[in-house]
């Protein structure tokens, strides 16, 4: 991204990034995400529920690293997803319990 280009992130994108976290499958992924929203000082509340931010307050610059982070996440999981659905055959066809 150039520094002219201004990018901007109106309720549907938000919104959008908000359902591709809900859809992190990792726990991991997670943690990492979390790493991240400390780094940025979003601000954050905990309770036995879990973690909980309100996105419609999070910086711009700091939207474009979470939505950078999910996009690396997102290409290097449908990567593996390839390569694992070869493995997971060969595992069903074995009929291999873990």
Do not use: C, H
């Given at each position: 991204?150039?520094?002219?280009?201004?990018?901007?992130?109106?309720?549907?994108?938000?919104?959008?990034?908000?359902y591709?976290?809900?859809?992190?499958?990792?726990?991991?992924?997670?943690?990492?995400?979390?790493?991240?929203?400390?780094?940025?000082?979003?601000?954050?509340?905990?309770?036995?529920?879990?973690?909980?931010?309100?996105?419609?307050?999070?910086?711009?610059?700091?939207?474009?690293?979470?939505?950078?982070?999910?996009?690396?996440?997102?290409?290097?999981?449908?990567?593996?997803?390839?390569?694992?659905?070869s493995?997971?055959?060969?595992?069903?066809?074995?009929?291999?319990?873990?």
């Amino acid at each position: 991204m150039n520094s002219g280009d201004v990018q901007t992130y109106d309720y549907n994108k938000k919104k959008k990034i908000v359902y591709r976290i809900q859809n992190l499958k990792k726990r991991k992924i997670y943690i990492k995400l979390f790493k991240l929203i400390l780094n940025e000082n979003i601000n954050f509340n905990s309770n036995n529920n879990g973690i909980f931010i309100n996105v419609s307050k999070i910086p711009i610059d700091s939207l474009i690293k979470i939505d950078e982070f999910l996009n690396e996440y997102e290409s290097q999981n449908s990567q593996s997803n390839i390569s694992d659905s070869s493995e997971s055959m060969s595992e069903s066809s074995l009929n291999l319990a873990f």
